[in-house]
């Protein structure tokens, strides 16, 4: 056992060390810093990066939530004065330009502000994210009865956006869509209905979660990372994808998603359909994972594939005959992302695959994929199946870690 602490308490020694950049760097603004090959997040002109108040930022606050988690290890307040130093652009942007926001508002506002209203009790920060509940119930279609994932609930592209930009599919494709990674944002509406002691939101996070039970799974257990409804009817129309592989496919991280965002579900309303939608997920994708614990990023990605994230062409110099091209697809971030929900179902229910499992993918992540180099701000190496380093694949990292070492509740 000691060896393994040993291992792990370095890990997270690693990931402090990494959030210190961002303590020193990231100010007096936060941004949408992308994924890297190496891991040079920061790197770039800070006008390459789109602010927290654009339209399509949805990863700015992992960044400040390593510096959150940082805070619980370390208790120095010097983090939380960095954290608060973000909040005015935080209220801004629910307070001032609500419409223009994704389905992400869960991704931004908990491991922000719900974080430090959890750990500090700071009434600020729970007005903040009430807000942020608030605008995120404003994306409920009722005739169907989902959250809508992308695009602005009026339809009007924001003026800051330009023609090219405007043909993203997050505009032109986003009425009737609602996609599997918003079960990551209901946790912010059942946590608003505890703290408010309305079911106003609670309401809305289960009827999106029920319908995703309905119509995401397929009859193997596996799911679509999209679905459609009829823009004005609401009627089901079918799968659709925009991250994995295929509509038919199976997306890795599109799963750990859903099995962090169920097992959230059933912590707050202790509907057993969530908690057993989680375990049945979790145990698809340890059964379907490799070796080592870390899945492909696409479950159903064809052999000598290579890995096509939302649509891009990272591989230029991919070999369609080389085996060993399989292990440039793997995606730590979605494997960090299950272990982290894997230790939130274990406190319901005592799955012998789940404990192991999550111990065996934070060795592996320790092990064979951090990078301990303090310079370099990215630490999973691996990641979205592009052998690239993101926020949320380290931040979920961290996470789990601290968890794991500490006993810390969860902030989702
Ligand atoms: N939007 C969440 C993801 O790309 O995983």
């Given amino acids: 056992m000691k060896p393994f602490i040993d ?17 020193e760097q990231i100010k007096p603004e936060i941004r949408e810093y992308i994924s890297r ?17 654009h339209i399509f930022a949805w990863t700015p606050s992992f960044f400040l939530g390593m510096g959150f988690w940082t805070y619980q290890v370390k208790k120095e307040t010097k983090w939380l004065k960095w954290l608060h130093s973000f909040s005015n652009e ?52 009722p005739n169907g009865s989902y959250i809508q994932a992308w695009g602005r609930m009026d339809h009007i592209i924001p003026g800051y956006v330009d023609q090219e930009l405007a043909k993203n599919h997050f505009f032109t494709q986003s009425k009737g869509l609602a996609i599997i ?46 679905f459609r409804f009829h823009e004005e009817t609401g009627q089901p129309i079918g799968g659709d994808n925009y991250c994995g592989y295929a509509i038919e496919s199976h997306w890795a991280r599109g799963t750990a998603w859903a099995i962090y965002g169920f097992i959230s579900a059933f912590s707050y309303t202790g509907y057993e359909r969530y908690l057993n ?27 000598h594939q290579p890995a096509a994230a939302c649509g891009s062409k990272p591989w230029t110099d991919w ?32 799955e012998p695959a789940i404990q192991c499992a999550m111990d065996h993918i934070l060795m592996t992540l320790a092990t064979k994929y951090t990078n301990y180099e303090p310079p370099i701000p990215g630490i999973l190496k691996e990641q979205n199946g592009q052998g690239v380093y993101t926020i949320f694949g380290d931040y979920f ?12 509740e969860s902030i989702w």
Wanted: with cysteine; net charge neutral; aromatic share 14%.
């Fill in 181 to 226: 990674d918003c079960m990551m944002n209901l946790p912010l509406l059942f946590w608003a209905s505890e703290e408010t002691n309305h079911p106003f939101y609670k309401n809305i996070a289960v009827a999106h979660a029920d319908i995703t039970l309905k119509y995401f799974f397929r009859e193997d257990g596996s799911i679509y990372h999209a």
């Fill in 7 to 23: 291992t792990l308490e370095h890990a997270l020694q690693c990931c402090i060390t990494k959030s210190e950049i961002y303590l």
């Fill in 90 to 141: 935080y209220a801004a942007k629910v307070c001032h330009t609500p419409l223009e926001t994704m389905h992400d508002l869960g991704f931004l506002y908990s491991p922000y502000a719900v974080a430090l209203y959890k750990a500090t009790n700071d009434s600020h920060m729970k007005k903040i994210a009430l807000q942020a509940a608030v605008v995120l119930a404003m994306r409920f279609v």
């Fill in 397 to 408: 990292y961290m996470e789990a870690l601290c968890k794991k070492l500490y006993g810390f």
């Fill in 277 to 303: 939608a989680a375990v049945d997920l979790s145990l698809q994708f340890i059964a379907k994972s490799e070796d080592d614990g870390i899945p492909v990023w696409d479950f159903k990605l064809p052999q």
């Fill in 319 to 350: 070999d369609y005959t080389n085996p060993a091209n399989k292990s440039r697809n793997r995606d730590t971030s979605a494997a960090a992302i299950a272990a982290s929900a894997f230790y939130e179902i274990l406190k319901f229910k005592k």
């Fill in 37 to 53: 090959p190496d891991g040079q997040y920061l790197q770039g002109k800070q006008e390459d990066y789109i602010p927290l108040r």
